[in-house]
């Protein structure tokens, strides 16, 4: 069994920063690429930002030159630290990762729960 676990949401005013944590935990052989999605209130979930295993990232144009993503292999953790946070960034922030499962070939998806950021003006 594998499970991703965000930590590190919270209220912050505008032009704050936090900083959001997913630890990846269970029968995991190897995590591909990491992301974090986040879906607001009568939104569709949208990718934020992913990472790959070997450091190579990918930004929402919304999300660029403030946010930054990043990952440490030996811990099985990625990381979202948010910079200057805006009111319309508000959202359910969600863990994803695609893995290849211990002792087999198979990969899978694996989601977080989701962590709540909440941005006030």
């Known amino acids: 069994q594998v499970q991703l676990v965000e930590s590190g949401g919270g209220l912050v005013q505008a032009g704050g920063s936090l900083r959001l944590s997913c630890a990846a935990s269970?029968?995991?052989?190897?995590?591909?690429?990491m992301g974090w999605y986040r879906q607001a209130p009568g939104q569709q979930r949208e990718l934020v930002a992913t990472?790959?295993?070997?450091?190579?990232?990918n930004y929402a144009d919304s999300v660029k030159e403030r946010f930054t993503i990043s990952r440490d292999n030996a811990k099985n953790t990625v990381n979202l630290q948010m910079n200057d946070l805006k009111p319309e960034d508000t959202a359910v922030y969600y863990c994803?990762?695609?893995?290849?499962?211990?002792?087999?070939?198979?990969?899978?998806?694996?989601w977080g729960k989701g962590a709540l950021v909440t941005v006030s003006s």
């Open positions: 269970g029968s995991i052989s190897r995590l591909n690429t």
């Open positions: 990472i790959t295993s070997g450091g190579s990232t």
């Open positions: 994803n990762a695609d893995l290849v499962i211990r002792y087999s070939y198979n990969t899978m998806n694996c």
